[in-house]
């Protein structure tokens, strides 16, 4: 009797994609109900501009879907945003995708613009949804280390990853987890490589607007002969403190946009439509003080917090932008980093995620990234319990 073969299994890739850590320690410390510094939630208040008209347009009936790459005004309002903010021209019809989330938009804009066993730059420490997205695809993510001590480019460290199955580069600026933001110099280089090797450089600029002291966020896209190659993606979820709500957007050149879009539609179909509403009310109705107000109020954030974990024994890098701090958790019991974020939590009810989450071949086991994205109130308790306690 003929033996068939067993179909009923996993793809090739689901055992090696485990739970995200960042994920696990979210779920234990609502277990025990501790202080969550280990997801980038970012629980602080909604504008109120952009919470009264989610309500309106849920009650004017904006509730069914919306074209595929977003409803008018929010495209129009992005472009205004993208000339003003980050000196890049992009046509609201054609060039610009709503897309629901960055996340989504990252999905999408590597579905489009990669085939399985192509290479991609990623810059470690990394995001690990980046580097999951990839594998996902059967992309081969390289790692390309930044300096221990500083996060410094090491442009021949970039020369010598590139071979000729390299299809992009991906740079998260302002950086999570480490909060580097890439100097102008920096860019070019990483530009000068891909204009030589013909490489799409993917840039995530979520947290463009948290950004402190004399660092300046630069999109990749303005500089000389890289408009075409590169894919910006962003949102309003870090900006508007609305994580949950699912509202990002790409830029690109509108020869690569069609096929971004279709892999969008076809995953998400479209991004919530009256949070949609809600945004582009957000993008028109804010001014200029919003943005440089938040930055001031979160660096604030990232001070309290660093002073913390240096009176607690464990030594932060501070990040130049994002809202996520790197620490030195060696003080700290454990032969791992898992172990380390789990006494934490056990000792002080503070959640952090395992720094091994953001590097590859075991490196990071001695850190920890802790989320500053936080109410006052609790940030306080979780300052407050990490001196007490350690």
Request: glycine share 8%.
């Amino acid at each position: 009797m003929r033996t068939v073969e067993n179909r009923l299994r996993l793809s090739e890739i689901a055992p090696g994609l485990v739970q995200s850590e960042i994920r696990a320690m979210s779920v234990e410390c609502d277990r025990v109900g501790g202080i969550n510094l280990a997801q980038g939630v970012c629980d602080t208040g909604v504008p109120e501009a952009v919470a009264e008209r989610a309500a309106e347009a849920i009650a004017e009936g904006y509730n069914i879907y919306t074209r595929l790459d977003g409803i008018a005004p929010l495209r129009e309002a992005i472009a205004q945003k993208l000339a003003r903010h980050n000196g890049i021209k992009a046509d609201p019809d054609g060039e610009i995708l709503v897309a629901s989330g960055a996340t989504g938009g990252f999905y999408a804009a590597c579905m489009a613009l990669l085939d399985p066993g192509d290479e991609v730059i990623l810059f470690e420490p990394f995001y690990g949804y980046h580097l999951n997205t990839l594998a996902a695809m059967r992309v081969r993510a390289v790692s390309v280390p930044l300096a221990d001590s500083n996060w410094a480019l090491d442009v021949d460290a970039l020369r010598s990853s590139i071979t000729p199955r390299t299809r992009a580069v991906v740079i998260n600026s302002p950086s999570n987890p480490c909060g580097k933001v890439f100097s102008r110099a920096e860019l070019e280089a990483v530009a000068a490589l891909a204009l030589e090797h013909d490489l799409f450089v993917i840039t995530d600029e979520i947290y463009e607007y948290f950004v402190y002291g004399e660092a300046r966020h630069i999109s990749m896209a303005t500089l000389p002969g890289m408009a075409e190659r590169t894919v910006t993606i962003s949102g309003l979820s870090k900006t508007f403190s609305i994580t949950g709500w699912r509202v990002g957007y790409l830029a690109a050149d509108r020869k690569w946009m069609g096929a971004i879009g279709y892999f969008h539609d076809l995953t998400y179909v479209c991004a919530p439509s009256p949070f949609q509403y809600a945004t582009a009310a957000g993008l028109v109705a804010l001014p200029e003080t919003f943005y440089a107000e938040m930055a001031r109020e979160y660096q604030a954030r990232r001070d309290q917090l660093c002073a913390a974990l240096t009176d607690a024994g464990l030594t932060p890098s501070i990040p130049e932008g994002a809202y996520y701090v790197l620490a030195d958790a060696t003080p700290l019991p454990g032969a791992a980093a898992r172990e380390k974020a789990r006494h934490l939590l056990r000792k002080t009810g503070v959640a952090a995620v395992a720094g091994t989450a953001f590097f590859s071949n075991g490196r990071g086991d001695h850190l920890l990234r802790f989320c500053f994205a936080k109410r006052d109130e609790d940030l306080q308790r979780a300052c407050a319990a990490l001196r007490a306690v350690l």
